[in-house]
């Protein structure tokens, strides 16, 4: 299937500019508050329920003109009248709201997006409704998925056929005031290396067992060879879907170092992650809660850990009858990070493309209508856009035997 040309809709609104509304300030979501206060096309709102966490991004902006409100959910009354009163809203939050969000942005007539799925199926069923509202519903558009829907696009345009597409997430750290470190929610994370994972094989989904499909793959310079694990992620149920080209296999494995493996295994075994709460002397307590607890924020670890994020995608096909190999990627030290936003370069990445999407809405540069995926967007102008904000992509291809930086220098 090819990605689709939509006129549509342009959400700039106005002498004030088009009105956001971000909600959650954790580390990726003060990414994308940093950005977004810089533009003269948006107002900014931005609610979490955790006023630490706003005021920190109030210090860190330094910009009074941003409304910053603690919200402590989604049917609040206080958060309907602030969500009544935008033209989009940005969930940096959770994903576990995004159908309740989604519902009141259709009632409220409030374009919509995202950065990644709970629950595919029931977003995507809702484009029919979306597209004859007039609103624009942009899921799954962070890092990876996002970014790496747009490199598997970008590639599949250059190629006749697709076989297979393979993404690779190479993020690691290391730090020697932390034992075990997650660079995006504590949560997630966990739930994602534990969970069954998902393959995309000769036209249907395949269910692996968690820490599956181990592989030493070599991520470029100066990232070096890590061990990866097949993960389900959203990438393997959309990118089949709407590349189209013949494309018969889809998976994404995520770096997960031999002492964590060991770690979740033995923490596993003895059930403390087990969500079902247990009796310790006059309290209950679920042992996942208390894990969670104890595991520090990303927030609170980037000033001492070391490392990169890297994302890979492979897309092998065929070129004029030829067989090739696209490998577009990106990678960001969590050192470069801290320097230009006091966060880890997980949280740099994942932030910084929604909000450079969110700027190019603002400017008219992207318009459509429905409930879309990164991969039904232009790739080209939004990596051109996001190399502006220090994250470069590269191509290297099979058939030319060279890497070359995208868009290519003047």
């Not at 977004?36 to 630490?52: F, G, N, P, Y």
């Not at 936003?341 to 999407?357: D, E, K, S």
Request: aromatic share 8%; glycine share 8%; charged share 25%.
């Amino acid at each position: 299937m090819a990605y689709p040309i939509i006129p549509a809709l342009s959400l700039y609104c106005g002498v004030g500019g088009m009105r956001v509304l971000l909600l959650g300030v954790g580390s990726v979501g003060e990414v994308i508050a940093r950005h977004l206060h810089r533009e003269s096309k948006i107002s900014l709102t931005a609610v979490d329920r955790d006023w630490q966490r706003l005021r920190k991004v109030r210090r860190a902006i330094r910009e009074r003109k941003v409304v910053l409100e603690k919200i402590e959910r989604i049917d609040d009354r206080s958060f309907i009248e602030v969500l009544n009163g935008s033209d989009i809203v940005i969930n940096a939050a959770t994903p576990t709201v995004n159908l309740e969000l989604m519902k009141l942005c259709q009632r409220y007539r409030v374009n919509y997006m995202d950065l990644a799925s709970d629950d595919l199926d029931r977003q995507l069923k809702m484009d029919g409704v979306w597209r004859r509202s007039g609103l624009l519903g942009l899921i799954c558009m962070g890092e990876d998925p996002g970014l790496s829907n747009l490199y598997a696009r970008y590639a599949s345009n250059k190629l006749d056929k697709i076989y297979e597409i393979r993404v690779r997430d190479g993020e690691y750290s290391t730090s020697s005031k932390y034992p075990l470190i997650s660079l995006f929610s504590p949560e997630i994370y966990l739930s994602e290396i534990t969970s069954p994972a998902h393959v995309f094989l000769d036209g249907r989904l395949r269910r692996l067992p968690s820490f599956s499909g181990y592989e030493l793959y070599s991520f470029p310079n100066p990232v070096g060879t890590l061990p990866v694990y097949h993960v389900s992620h959203e990438e393997v149920y959309t990118l089949p879907r709407f590349i189209g080209k013949g494309l018969q296999y889809v998976d994404f494995k995520l770096v997960i170092p031999d002492e964590v493996v060991r770690a979740v295994r033995l923490l596993k075994r003895l059930g403390l992650l087990a969500g079902r709460k247990v009796r310790v002397g006059d309290a209950s307590v679920a042992p996942r809660d208390l894990l969670l607890t104890l595991i520090p924020k990303p927030w609170e670890i980037s000033r001492d850990i070391k490392g990169h994020a890297c994302l890979v995608v492979d897309v092998v096909g065929e070129k004029k009858g030829r067989r090739a190999l696209y490998s577009l990627y990106t990678h960001l030290s969590h050192e470069e990070a801290y320097k230009m936003f006091g966060c880890n370069a997980t949280a740099y990445l994942t932030g910084t493309v929604p909000a450079v999407v969110a700027k190019m809405l603002a400017e008219g540069k992207i318009e459509g209508q429905g409930v879309l995926t990164p991969e039904l967007l232009h790739p080209d102008p939004i990596i051109e856009e996001i190399a502006k904000k220090h994250v470069d992509s590269y191509l290297k291809s099979s058939q030319e035997g060279r890497i070359e930086k995208i868009p290519k220098p003047d």
